[in-house]
């Protein structure tokens, strides 16, 4: 039997190169990961898809409640002789009830009583506005244009309302969604004012109905 000397290792059975080579021959002909790497890919940008085509939705549908929630609220006020403070507030809460189930930040609305001159000019003449947000900005006197020019009838008057609600996405940054002001003629008014106009009293706390 020979003998190996101390300074002698034994060579390899097969030669390292061999087996890198075998190796990547091998790795070569694997492809049972191809489908989980072209998935991590794919599925970030699927995913963003989805999420904005539900964002999408979740816009159009509560924008199509907006225009509801404002024609509830103009039907409500233009059916009133007077409004109350305390009487606002609850047209406030029945037109925000339209929005249901939508379960976010509930819309600023406002009221706005515009009466007409005898030139054919619309102003403000009184506001109420829910959480004291004025949606438009407009303040009493502020002059209104009206969007027919057969809506100024002198020594008329109009309620006009619009909404305001901050949307944000699951992924979409937030913005404001506004209803577009709606005008309704009272339908049971006051005789109110310098030009005996009929419109929607506003009754201050000492409880006077002020008109313009």
């Known amino acids: 039997m020979r003998r190996l000397s101390l300074l002698q290792s034994p060579r390899p059975a097969r030669p390292l190169r061999r087996h890198l080579a075998r190796f990547?021959?091998?790795?070569?002909?694997?492809?049972?990961?191809?489908?989980?790497?072209?998935?991590?890919?794919?599925?970030?940008?699927?995913?963003?898809?989805?999420?904005?085509?539900v964002d999408i939705s979740n816009a159009v549908s509560i924008n199509w409640r907006m225009s509801q929630l404002n024609r509830t609220?103009?039907?409500?006020?233009?059916?009133?002789k007077t409004l109350t403070t305390a009487e606002s507030v609850?047209?406030?809460a029945a037109s925000a009830a339209t929005m249901s189930p939508y379960s976010g930040p509930t819309p600023f609305m406002s009221i706005y009583n515009v009466t007409i001159n005898p030139t054919g000019v619309a102003r403000v003449c009184w506001i109420?506005?829910?959480?004291?947000?004025?949606v438009l900005g407009l303040s009493p006197g502020s002059?209104?244009?009206?969007?027919?020019?057969?809506m100024a009838v002198p020594n008329s008057s109009l309620i006009m309302t619009a909404a305001k609600l901050n949307y944000a996405g699951l992924i979409t940054?937030?913005?404001?969604?506004?209803?577009?002001p709606l005008f309704f003629r009272p339908r049971a008014g006051s005789i109110l004012g310098a030009n005996s106009i009929e419109q929607v009293g506003q009754v201050l706390p000492s409880g006077t109905v002020y008109g313009c």
């Open 143 to 150: 002059p209104v244009t009206l969007p027919n020019a057969a």
């Open 173 to 180: 940054p937030s913005f404001d969604m506004d209803a577009k």
């Open 24 to 53: 990547r021959r091998r790795l070569s002909r694997n492809d049972r990961g191809v489908a989980a790497i072209e998935f991590a890919f794919i599925a970030p940008i699927m995913l963003a898809m989805l999420v904005g085509i």
């Open 90 to 92: 609850q047209i406030f």
């Open 73 to 80: 609220l103009a039907d409500l006020s233009s059916q009133a």
């Open 128 to 134: 109420f506005s829910s959480y004291g947000s004025n």
